[in-house]
Structures are given as C-alpha cells and as structure tokens.
C-alpha cells in the first residue's frame, strides 16, 4: 500500500480543471485566463459567503455546495475518488428539481442521471490507458454541477417548499 502511494504522483495528473480548461482544452486562453477563471471563482465564493450576515439555512447549504465545487474547480486534482463529496451536491440539486414546477421533472432527473452515468462510463472506456483514467475524466461532474448550482440560484429555479 506505502509503494501505490508513492508511486501515485507518477501516473496522475497534477493540474486542476480551469487548467484543463484553459491549457488543454482551450490552449489559446492560456495562463492569464486561466488565472483570471481562478480569481472570478475565489471573489465570487467570498461574495456569497459574506451574503450569509443573516444565516439562512438555503443560502448557506448552497455556498457550502458551491465551496466544494469551486474546490474541485481551482484546486490541483488528487483523485477522482474526492468527486464522491458532490454527491451531496448532485442530491442537492436533484431536490430543488424534484420539488420544482418543471413539467415531467422526474423524468428529465433519470434521464439526466442515466446520460451522466453511461456517459460517464463511455467516457472512461474510450479515453482509459492501461489502468490509469486520463484528464478527460475530471472535467465533466465539476463544470456540470456548477452549472446546476448557478441554474438553481440565479436563474430562480422555483420550489414548492
């Protein structure tokens, strides 16, 4: 176990997903880009914590989410296995969804779920090399639940409760 751990740092990727981004996907955005994506996201994530001077438990549920998928986004990746943690986030966003006036809603969850997960899986198969996942596999859950967090708060995503 001491030796997979040691070797680790020799068959994965040091970078974070705006790298991903800014270096791989879009090289021509490059490194000021990429450190202008890096601010954006850190002053925006300050700006919603400091919104929270009259503690609402929505708001704050929704910062802490948007915390751990702002870490995701800026931080040098470890491993695919720290993506657990936006389960929460997911869950999270499903229940607004789920409780929202969106026709069929149900529906478009399982069909969202089953796009991510055979996706995901499709993903992983075409883009694998020997036993190690490539960069590939870090970009998709962290943008896609962003965007679910910024659909929910800023374009008013209504709920029954």
């Given at each position: 176990?001491?030796?997979?751990?040691?070797?680790?740092?020799?068959?994965t990727y040091k970078i974070s997903t705006i790298q991903i981004l800014t270096h791989i996907?879009?090289?021509?955005?490059?490194?000021?880009?990429?450190?202008?994506?890096?601010?954006?996201?850190?002053?925006?994530?300050?700006?919603?914590?400091?919104?929270?001077?009259?503690?609402?438990?929505?708001?704050?549920?929704?910062?802490?989410?948007?915390?751990?998928?702002?870490?995701?986004?800026?931080?040098?990746?470890?491993?695919?296995?720290?993506?657990?943690?936006?389960?929460?986030?997911?869950?999270?966003?499903?229940?607004?969804?789920?409780?929202?006036?969106?026709?069929?809603?149900?529906?478009w969850i399982l069909l969202l779920e089953i796009i991510y997960f055979s996706g995901t899986?499709?993903?992983?198969?075409?883009?694998?090399?020997?036993?190690?996942?490539?960069?590939?596999?870090?970009?998709?859950?962290?943008?896609?639940?962003?965007?679910?967090?910024?659909?929910?708060?800023?374009?008013?995503?209504?709920?029954?409760?």
């Amino acid at each position: 176990m001491i030796q997979q751990m040691v070797d680790y740092e020799h068959y994965t990727y040091k970078i974070s997903t705006i790298q991903i981004l800014t270096h791989i996907i879009f090289p021509w955005l490059g490194d000021n880009t990429e450190k202008l994506l890096f601010v954006i996201l850190l002053v925006w994530l300050i700006y919603e914590w400091l919104q929270l001077k009259n503690f609402e438990e929505e708001h704050f549920i929704w910062v802490f989410l948007l915390t751990l998928v702002t870490t995701n986004l800026i931080a040098i990746r470890t491993a695919t296995t720290n993506y657990l943690m936006m389960f929460s986030v997911i869950i999270y966003i499903f229940q607004k969804l789920s409780s929202s006036n969106v026709p069929k809603v149900n529906f478009w969850i399982l069909l969202l779920e089953i796009i991510y997960f055979s996706g995901t899986w499709f993903l992983f198969f075409m883009t694998v090399q020997g036993q190690e996942e490539q960069w590939q596999m870090y970009l998709p859950l962290p943008v896609l639940v962003l965007f679910g967090l910024i659909l929910i708060k800023y374009f008013k995503i209504h709920y029954d409760n």
